[in-house]
């Protein structure tokens, strides 16, 4: 069973259009992110969510928001995109431990979103 | 912000040698994990470090946690053709409300010539 999983994983749109990726976790875990990864490889955080809060908002344009059903799902919305927004999102999880260990994220496959 | 250097940023070894890798930080980290990504893949964690000075293995994988918290190193031993990929270190910090934000090396691509 996949333990975080993402859809779609390849996406190909115009500019200018509104896109979601949907992210789904089934490790009980209580905090879920986005990450970005350019096109020279570099991830960086966009959001975390925990139990459906906002925890981390990055600069990171308005056109873009997340959105949490319940805190196994963690979607991400894109409105308006535009060509430099291509890049590979990740959607990520981890448990809620304090401080501690056992805190260390697990990472979906990836949505790689393409702007035309 | 905050920023990992990790070197080298690519590697080509032959099947069978030993491989090391290592980030460093001018901010000082809680926690430090290695992750691999496959093309086409999400990262994949390999080993998290939690104690200053902390060694830990697994299998052919061996990292350390700096002392100062604001370095670490990953050694693979008898590379074999299946460890090809990008390898990135990550600084962990606690952002509040069990949220914990990674900051990421720019990744060590390793290639292995059979």
């Known amino acids: 069973d996949t333990a975080v999983s993402q859809t779609p994983k390849y996406l190909v749109t115009q500019m200018g259009n509104d896109k979601s990726i949907k992210c789904e976790q089934n490790?009980?875990?209580?905090?879920m992110y986005w990450y970005k990864q350019d096109s020279k490889k570099f991830l960086k955080i966009m959001f975390s969510?925990?139990?459906?809060?906002?925890?981390i908002n990055e600069t990171v344009p308005n056109r873009f928001s997340p959105k949490s059903p319940d805190k196994a799902h963690l979607n991400l919305h894109i409105n308006s995109l535009e060509l430099g927004d291509s890049a590979v999102y990740f959607c990520?999880?981890?448990?809620?431990?304090?401080?501690?260990?056992?805190?260390?994220?697990?990472f979906g496959q990836g949505t790689r979103l393409t702007v035309v | 912000g905050q920023q990992l250097n990790q070197s080298p940023q690519s590697m080509f070894i032959q099947e069978g040698e030993d491989v090391s890798m290592n980030c460093t930080s001018s901010?000082?980290?809680?926690?430090w994990l290695w992750y691999k990504q496959d093309p086409g893949e999400g990262p994949v964690l390999l080993i998290a470090?939690?104690?200053?000075?902390e060694l830990t293995s697994n299998g052919r994988l061996t990292a350390q946690f700096g002392i100062t918290r604001k370095d670490s190193f990953l050694n693979i031993s008898a590379s074999i053709p299946s460890d090809v990929g990008i390898y990135f270190c990550?600084?962990?910090?606690?952002?509040?409300?069990?949220?914990?934000?990674?900051?990421f090396g720019k990744g060590t691509k390793l290639s292995v010539i059979p």
């Open positions: 490790l009980g875990h209580d905090t």
């Open positions: 901010s000082i980290f809680n926690t």
């Open positions: 969510y925990n139990n459906k809060e906002l925890i």
């Open positions: 990520a999880s981890s448990l809620r431990q304090g401080r501690s260990q056992n805190t260390e994220a697990f």
């Open positions: 990550a600084g962990q910090t606690y952002s509040g409300a069990g949220s914990y934000q990674l900051t």
């Open positions: 470090l939690y104690k200053a000075g």
